[in-house]
């Protein structure tokens, strides 16, 4: 899957920093991403009539856009990512990452498989339920082979969730979870009769009754930065105007303050180019080369400037992260004001 990556765009936002120097040592926790809830998604109105069924199909894949699908247990650190575009095209990620034994400088090991491919045209089965094939799906590493990069050896393989699948069901938000089948209920977390209806658009591996669940990933960003990036970010900033850090360990957690910002902006980059047009796109991809520009210009001045107890290194990094948590803050409000 060749999904592009804003590096040299870098999306992050940044945090207001009060600078006071660094002396001691303090550890901060890593964060802890909690289970994203289920988005609200607006159900359509399925219609019984077969010409009109066929009508309700086409518009599908435009209302399931804006969403991924989760397929992951909740124990352990494997899951599979797909989404599907506007044409019923799909791409996706499975990972699964265990540590190494460090023998033979090998730290870390990820099975993997980086996937995409084609849907054909949904089919209609009830009032809430669409039927799909995968028409064609290609891997980006042939599943088998293995290699290792900077100290993690990826063996690739199939991705979990998809195999064998020769049928995938595709359920609207409301359909009655009592008439769907127990084994797909179990993965997408409603192994009991908690409620009556499935709240989030979800598919469904047939062959093996594997469920995926769908979130709008636009609303889980937002939930992630109140939910843990903006704590998180807190406990860094208070380390880091505590006076009682060294300068090396000052350096580490302004960088990580950096990459924690950065990470969040490129997670919103890869949004908006899965629900904006091209033409759409473009002018807003100008906007943020320049934007990135003006970022590197500002650090260096931060970093030239009196530092504050702070070496040139952790001023440039803080200055960089509170202009990259205005800057995502910025694509929010501008999304939120366009309707997007």
């Known amino acids: 899957m060749n999904r592009k990556k804003l590096t040299a765009l870098a999306l992050a936002a940044a945090l207001g920093l009060s600078l006071s120097a660094c002396g001691g040592t303090a ?3 890593a964060p802890s991403v909690s289970p994203r809830p289920p988005a609200p998604t607006q159900t359509p109105e399925p219609s019984q009539d077969p010409s009109a069924a066929q009508a309700a199909a086409d518009p599908l894949f435009s209302q399931l856009k804006d969403l991924e699908f989760y397929f992951a247990s909740g124990a352990g650190g ?14 996706g990620t499975y990972s699964d990452s265990d540590m190494g034994s460090g023998e033979n400088g090998i730290h870390r ?3 993997r498989c980086d996937f995409a491919g084609q849907l054909t045209q949904p089919v209609q089965v009830n009032d809430y339920t669409y039927s799909v ?6 891997y980006e590493k042939e599943a088998g082979t293995e290699e290792v990069i900077d100290g993690t050896q990826y063996c690739y393989t199939d991705p979990y969730g998809l195999e064998d699948a020769e049928e995938l ?23 009991e009769n908690t409620r009556d209806e499935l709240p989030f658009y979800a598919l469904n591996n047939a062959v093996h009754q594997q469920g995926f669940s769908g979130y709008d990933r636009l609303e889980s960003i937002r939930e992630s930065l109140e939910g843990w990036v903006e704590p998180y970010a807190a406990e ?6 505590s006076g009682e850090l060294t300068q090396e360990v000052c350096e580490e957690k302004a960088g990580e303050m950096l990459a924690l910002w950065d990470g969040q902006l490129n997670e919103l980059w890869d949004c908006l180019e899965q629900r904006l047009d091209p033409a759409e796109l473009e002018p807003l991809a100008a906007e943020q080369a320049e934007w990135n520009a003006w970022r590197e210009e500002q650090a260096a001045q931060a970093g030239a400037g009196p530092h504050e107890g702070y070496t ?3 001023a440039e ?22 309707g997007t």
């Not at 494997?78 to 791409?91: A, P």
């Not at 409301?174 to 192994?191: D, I, K, N, T």
């Not at 860094?236 to 105007?241: A, D, G, K, S």
């Open 312 to 314: 040139q290194a952790a």
């Open 133 to 138: 094939r995968i028409d064609r799906i290609e």
């Open 236 to 241: 860094l900033e208070m380390e880091l105007t």
């Open 27 to 29: 550890a901060a926790p």
């Open 109 to 111: 090991i990820q099975q």
């Open 169 to 191: 069901l595709i359920y609207l938000p409301g359909a009655p979870l009592g008439q769907l089948p127990q084994e797909f209920r179990s993965w997408v977390g409603y192994s």
């Open 78 to 91: 494997w899951r599979t990512v797909l989404h599907i575009d506007g044409s019923g095209g799909f791409s």
């Open 317 to 338: 990094d803080m200055a960089a992260a509170e202009l990259t948590r205005d800057r995502v803050y910025e694509l929010l409000d501008d999304l939120d004001q366009s």
